[in-house]
């Protein structure tokens, strides 16, 4: 069964500092995507990074990064320098191949000042 | 950059009315997706359409339809609508060869049913 689990229900961090969100996977594809999503109370969905299974090098996009452990089935996001902009809920997802997303419950971030 | 247009951004429906909510695709995206939020909940798969086809169907009940026009747009008809169907909307699109195309997704319809 393909299943994405986010372990952490929620989270409390100071500002400025790092964070990393976990993200689990289970499929028997070889080939798929790994994403994280983050929706602010607002409600929007906004897509921050993208890992291909066959990437050998952790994807980046700013202050986000993605910790790709493939053999562990791992795809946990870190945010450097953490915000208060960043208190969101944060969705991990994965794309097999037929093109759906399978989501994990979401990890709702805040950032304390 | 474009992103993903949907509308209205909120809707207030009573039970048993219908609701038609639009999404207007990245241009050049030819991958339109549909997705359910209900509060406190991950976004359930509903329907997409690749190509202006219907290419693969999730939780969609009867009641919804949705479709894919010549200029991309697609429409997601909702009828006899019931309490449970208070939910956000989203419509996200991607082009072809998910490898390098994310979903991106629109801000998304609140629809209330009263």
């Known amino acids: 069964a393909q299943k994405i689990t986010q372990t952490q229900p929620g989270m409390f961090v100071q500002e400025k500092e790092a964070v990393t969100l976990d993200c689990t996977y289970d499929?028997?594809?070889?080939?798929?995507?790994l994403f994280w999503y983050k929706q602010p109370s607002s409600g929007e969905m906004i897509f921050l990074i993208y890992?291909?299974?066959?990437d050998e090098q952790n994807a980046t996009e700013g202050r986000y990064s993605l910790n790709f452990q493939k053999a562990r089935k791992s795809a946990n996001l870190v945010i450097s320098a953490s915000q208060l902009g960043d208190s969101a809920m944060y969705f991990c997802?994965?794309?097999?191949?037929?093109?759906?997303?399978?989501w994990g419950a979401g990890t709702k971030l805040i950032i304390k000042p | 950059a474009a992103g993903v247009i949907q509308s209205p951004r909120h809707l207030i429906k009573e039970k048993r009315e219908t609701a038609t909510l639009k999404c207007y695709p990245i241009?050049?995206?030819?991958?339109v997706y549909w997705y359910q939020q209900g509060p406190g909940q991950d976004p359930q798969f509903l329907i997409s359409?690749?190509?202006?086809?219907?290419?693969d169907k999730g939780s969609i009940p009867d009641r919804f339809s949705a479709q894919q026009f010549s200029d991309y747009h697609s429409e997601l008809n909702m009828s006899s609508l019931e309490l449970g169907d208070s939910a956000l909307y989203f419509c996200?699109?991607?082009?072809?060869?998910?490898?390098?195309?994310?979903?991106?997704f629109g801000n998304g319809t609140r629809l209330t049913v009263t």
């Open positions: 996200a699109s991607s082009r072809q060869g998910w490898s390098n195309s994310p979903l991106h």
């Open positions: 241009p050049r995206h030819d991958t």
């Open positions: 359409f690749y190509e202006k086809m219907q290419s």
């Open positions: 499929t028997s594809d070889q080939s798929y995507g």
């Open positions: 890992q291909g299974s066959y």
């Open positions: 997802a994965m794309s097999p191949s037929n093109y759906q997303l399978i």
